[in-house]
């Protein structure tokens, strides 16, 4: 396992300090970021023979919940600040 690799003590962790009836959401895609509705969590074992949680989305039509509000992805390092460019002062009619 890598040291980027969240254990299941690290989200446990992670979500302890959450309201247990908020929506739990999968953030995806850092170029095209997407939201995601978690609909499955299963047990497994990789390749090497270690056990692994998978999170899943469903099947549902629904289960994409489309773009990824800019402030996550702004949280999540995915994304800049981007800031509103500086306006410009208004032409009046006539020229002038």
């Known amino acids: 396992m890598t040291d980027t690799e969240l254990t299941v003590g690290d989200v446990i962790d992670l979500l302890s300090v959450c309201d247990r009836s908020t929506p739990v959401r999968q953030a995806m895609n850092p170029f095209f970021p997407m939201e995601h509705r978690l609909a499955q969590v299963v047990q497994a074992v990789d390749e090497t023979g270690r056990p692994v949680v998978y999170l899943a989305e469903g099947r549902d039509a629904d289960t994409q ?6 402030e996550v992805a ?3 390092a995915w994304h800049f600040p981007v800031q509103a460019p500086p306006r410009r002062p208004r032409r009046i009619a006539g020229g002038k």
């Not at 919940?65 to 800019?70: A, D, M, Q, S």
């Open 74 to 76: 702004v949280e999540l």
């Open 65 to 70: 919940l489309g773009n990824l509000p800019p």
